[in-house]
């Protein structure tokens, strides 16, 4: 016996707390009308989840709860518990006895209780669809509703009998099934969407990306071969900067030297000739050493300027180069048929008139529009390229002043020279005693100036080497604005070629020409680049990628859920299918119980179920409307008798007392093949006679057998069968109260 215990509190006419034991297989409650009896049977009904306040003969929920009298005010709230054996875990709970709760309070809200632990209204029917208790109430059959199973439907009729063949765990699963195949199919749907409004940005991105990778390969390409250049450049600079700083020292020396050696000499030529006249060879000497130093000075800034030359003209050539990448101005449409138009109607106006002054006046405006038009196309000119070449007119005008001026001063140190040599040459004619000091300072001069002269070369190649080193700086500077961080590295960068490291003796003894063709390769690079453009590329990049990944995941997602939505669809169909095989046996098993049961209530006669598929329409190609018959899982169930002795065909032709017997047949066969746990029976004996009432109590004791049975009836034959009596008495308080008798016990008293 699963049913173990009752416990009404507040519920309907129940204003107290009212305990029912069911510790015997057949249990009857007895009472006048209007005691309350059926309440108890409503009770179960409520408590198992019934949700139709109707089916609970009451309008609200507020009508459930105990609603005062005079003597009893009325109650806030109402709550049954019932309390099932589960030792042998018939119920998917791991607990030997199972309380189930629900309450109900005047605002209308429920609670619903498994084990004084609260769940949900789905918990509790789940747990009782285990153990074929359903919603449809097959087991708990009230007060005049044992005729409800003939008067449903065929459909309605079907759920009844899943319910009792233990099928709704299957409509549950099945339910379940279709909510999340529907929620999947909207999931997919929405995904679908994100995915095709994120394609447009994702292929503009793309084109993005596409080109920011060609500035980012330009870029890559630009450093690799910044990073060489500078490296290259560097090492030669400070070579030769270190070579030539080493070969000034010894000249330099000499020079000093010579220089003292050169006073000492003047100063005793001074001395010892100081009666004879001197001077013209010393002002000759000076006058030369002037000059030679003006000429020095002069050659010196026209180096200067003549590199500041070759540095304004490099900028201009990659300037012009920038220049010649701009396309020309694209003419558009409407300016050319505006053009069109003003030309046919001056050339009009000038026909019109005919005569030749007019007619060469307007050739020659047309000629005029022309021009004009053209000039508007011509491409746009780089500001920067007029002020270099402004700067460039000034400094080669400043070059050709320094020019003339060297040219002025080198024929003065010509002039200076010849009148020195001259001077000398008189001089080394005389007498040799009498000219030695001269002719020592004549050799000093001499081997000062061919110094000079090596010093000059030295110092006119450091001068190229300072003004490339100048050029450096400004190209380093211009490389960490393009490179960034790459640039300050390059003296940490090793150069290879054909797999072998470039050693610094070969760079510096490469020539020139080399590097400057790497110079014209940066100044190629550096205008793609900038055709390119650099941009936010890193971000650009970004982005995308994160679009793409997104996108991906998207379609991640869409492959899922339409997986997912085949495994929903397979499983749906494997539950249809499950459900109408067990359906079909279980129809078969309850035809075979019911016309048992239906011969022995009458006595003979015939009755089966019968599946019946629905009609639906449907509209052909041609247009025409044609029935057929409906899906399996939409078939209903219809009932079919034969009355012994009598010729009715049909439910509607059967009495009340037919009826009341067939559907007792029909609810008890049921009942056979898949007993529940408990039958709960409201006076569905009322309308039978004594002969069907002994036949009514022999089918209870054989029901007994297999499920546990709640009786509420007036029938002696019925009470008879019962173990427990229930006794539900009214007082003057309105409040039903409960006496009981068990049948063993007052029979061993009595004996």
């Known amino acids: ?120 209204l789905k918990d509790v029917q789940e747990l009782l669809a285990a153990a074929n208790i359903g919603s449809t109430g097959h087991h708990i059959i009230s007060q005049g509703e044992a005729d409800r199973i003939l008067s449903a439907s065929g459909r309605e009729r079907r759920e009844m009998i899943e319910d009792a063949l233990g099928l709704k765990v299957y409509q549950y699963k099945k339910n379940e099934a279709e909510k999340k195949l529907e929620k999947t199919k909207e999931n997919i749907a929405q995904v679908d969407s994100l995915r095709r409004e994120l ?116 900028k201009i050539a990659s300037a012009s180069q920038r220049e010649q990448s701009v396309t020309k101005q694209v003419i558009s449409a409407e300016a050319l048929e505006e053009l069109v138009v003003s030309v046919e109607q001056e050339t009009e106006k000038a026909l019109a008139r005919g005569d030749e002054a007019t007619l060469r006046r307007a050739l020659q405006d047309l000629v005029h529009s022309l021009r004009a038009f053209l000039k508007r196309t011509e491409p746009t000119a780089f500001s920067d390229t007029t002020q270099l070449e402004v700067e460039l007119h000034e400094t080669e005008s400043k070059q050709a002043a320094l020019a003339r001026d060297y040219e002025q001063a080198l024929e003065v140190e010509k002039d200076a020279e010849a009148h020195y040599n001259h001077l000398k040459q008189a001089i080394e004619t005389e007498a040799v005693e009498s000219r030695q000091a001269e002719r020592a300072v004549f050799e000093l001069v001499g081997e000062v100036r061919k110094v000079e002269v090596e010093l000059e070369a030295i110092d006119r190649e450091r001068e190229h080497i300072n003004r490339d080193r100048e050029e450096f700086k400004r190209e380093l500077s211009e490389a960490v604005a393009l490179i960034k961080s790459a640039a300050a590295q390059y003296f940490n960068h090793e150069i290879v070629e054909n797999g072998v490291v470039v050693s610094n003796e070969v760079i510096v003894a490469e020539d020139r020409s080399l590097q400057r063709e790497r110079r014209r390769e940066l100044e190629k690079l550096k205008i793609r680049l900038e055709e390119l453009g650099q941009g936010a590329t890193e971000d650009v990049v970004d982005e995308y990628n994160k679009a793409v990944e997104r996108d991906q995941f998207l379609e991640r997602e869409t492959t899922d859920l339409t997986t997912s939505v085949a495994n929903l669809e397979n499983l749906i169909l494997e539950l249809n299918k499950e459900l109408h095989e067990r359906f079909v046996v279980g129809i078969d098993k309850i035809t075979v119980e019911f016309n048992r049961f239906f011969v022995l209530m009458f006595g003979g006669g015939s009755a089966s179920l019968k599946r019946v598929k629905p009609r639906v329409k449907r509209v052909t190609e041609a247009g025409e409307e044609v029935e057929e018959d409906g899906e399996e899982t939409a078939e209903g169930v219809e009932l079919d008798v034969n009355l012994p002795n009598k010729r009715v065909r049909g439910l509607d032709m059967l009495s009340g007392g037919e009826r009341a017997l067939t559907s007792i047949a029909l609810i008890f066969a049921m009942s056979q093949i898949n007993p529940p746990l408990f039958i709960i029976l409201d006076e569905t004996d009322a309308a039978l006679d004594e002969a069907n009432s002994r036949r009514y109590g022999d089918m209870i004791t054989a029901l007994a057998e297999k499920s546990q049975l709640i009786l509420i009836t007036h029938n002696r034959e019925t009470m008879s069968r019962a173990g427990i009596l229930y006794g539900v008495t009214m007082g003057s308080d309105g409040v039903s109260k409960l006496l009981s008798v068990k049948f063993e016990e007052a029979v061993s008293v009595a004996k």
């Open 1 to 120: 016996m699963y049913l173990k215990e009752l416990t009404i509190n507040g519920f309907k006419s129940f204003a107290k707390k009212s305990d029912l034991e069911f510790s015997a297989p057949i249990t009857a409650i007895v009472g006048p009308n209007g005691s309350g009896k059926s309440n108890v049977a409503e009770s179960f009904r409520f408590v198992l989840g019934e949700q139709s306040v109707k089916s609970l003969r009451g309008k609200k929920g507020e009508d459930l709860i105990w609603g005062g009298s005079e003597a009893v005010s009325r109650g806030n709230r109402a709550s049954v518990v019932v309390e099932l054996d589960n030792t042998k875990r018939v119920f998917a709970l791991d607990f030997d006895t199972i309380k189930i709760e629900r309450v109900v309070h005047r605002d209308g809200q429920n609670e619903y209780l498994i084990n004084d632990a609260q769940v949900r």
């Open 199 to 314: 394609a447009p940005h994702l292929k503009y991105l793309k084109k993005q990306v596409e080109r920011v990778e060609k500035s980012l390969a330009v870029q890559q390409e630009l450093k690799t071969l910044y990073v060489t250049y500078l490296k290259r450049e560097d090492t030669y600079l400070a070579h030769h900067a270190d070579r030539l700083d080493l070969a000034r020292r010894a000249p330099a020396k000499l020079l000093a030297e010579l220089g003292e050696k050169l006073v000492a000499a003047k100063t005793f030529l001074r001395n010892a000739e100081a009666a004879k006249d001197t001077s013209m060879v010393i002002e000759a000497e000076e006058a030369l050493a002037k000059a030679r130093k003006v000429r020095a000075d002069l050659l010196r800034t026209l180096g200067a300027v003549e590199g500041e030359v070759t540095y304004i003209k490099r």
